[in-house]
Structures are given as structure tokens and as C-alpha cells.
């Protein structure tokens, strides 16, 4: 193993560690609690919610598929590649069902609060929950073997 691939795979393991531990606080608790927000204050909320959490998130799950195709290109065969091919296609459910499901509810979510749109958001949202999890148990697993 090459001391480019090991900094790599770093940079991928704490991307997406940080990814893990984010969605699960939006999980249990940013996205369950925009019910108290009440009604006057939910659009702006909303809106400066997705303001000041895209700027952070979108760096850092850039940086996890970036560093996802690296390590897939660059593996010297330690790690099968089987588990990189998996970690690109859990990354993609992530975008997609970001882009399809969460998004959408989010930019309806911003003209207003809805109790169902509401609970929409917090049930869809653990397609990317369990999925980030399984990521970051896989890539823990991935560490053990390079240890």
C-alpha cells in the first residue's frame, strides 16, 4: 500500500464518517424538530437551513465521491474491488435519492410548512441515513483489513 493510497483512503474514511454522523443528526434531530419552528418563521428557517448546510455538506460529499474513484482507480489489489465498486453505488443511491426525494420536498418545504411534507422528509431520509451507516461500517471494515 502506497502512502498516496492510505492518504486517500483518510481523506474518504473522515469525509464520509462526517457524513455519517451529519445525516443522523438530521435524522434524530434537525429535520424531527422544524415542527416547533412555527409557521411565521418556517419559510425563512427552511430557506437559511438549506443555505447554511448545502455550503458544508456539498464540499465535504464532493470530496467523498472524489476520493470514492480515486481509491477505486489507484487500489493495488489489498482491498477488493468489489468493495469500491459498492461504496460508488451507495454514494449514488445517496445523490439520487438527495435529488429525487429530499430536494424536492425541501424546495416545496420552502414556500411553507406541511405536516405531511414534513413527515415525507424525516421517513425518506433514512434511505440516506442507513445508507451513509452501511458506508461507513463497510469502510471501517476496509480499515481493518488495511491494518
Known amino acids: ?3 498516496l493510497f492510505e492518504t486517500i483512503f483518510i481523506v474518504h474514511y473522515i469525509s464520509t464518517l462526517i ?12 429535520y424531527p424538530l422544524l415542527v416547533y419552528v412555527g ?4 419559510i425563512r428557517y427552511e430557506h437559511e437551513h438549506i ?3 448545502s455550503g458544508v455538506a456539498w464540499f465535504i460529499i464532493y470530496l467523498e465521491l472524489f476520493t470514492s474513484i480515486i481509491l477505486l482507480l489507484i487500489n493495488d489489489n489489498i482491498v477488493p ?7 460508488l453505488f ?3 443511491l445517496i445523490w439520487f435519492a438527495t435529488w429525487s426525494v429530499q430536494y424536492p420536498i ?7 410548512f406541511d405536516k405531511t411534507l414534513h413527515r415525507k422528509l424525516v421517513n425518506s431520509n433514512w434511505i440516506r441515513t442507513i445508507t451513509w ?5 463497510m469502510l471501517t471494515y476496509i480499515l481493518s483489513i488495511l491494518l
Open 81 to 87: 474491488s468489489y468493495f469500491w465498486v459498492s461504496g
Open 51 to 53: 443555505n447554511r448546510i
Open 90 to 92: 451507495l454514494i449514488f
Open 39 to 42: 409557521r411565521r418563521n418556517f
Open 19 to 30: 457524513m455519517t454522523g451529519a445525516i443522523w443528526l438530521a435524522q434524530l434531530s434537525q
Open 133 to 137: 451507516t452501511l458506508r461507513s461500517l
Open 106 to 112: 425541501h424546495k416545496k418545504l420552502e414556500k411553507g
Open 1 to 3: 500500500m502506497t502512502n
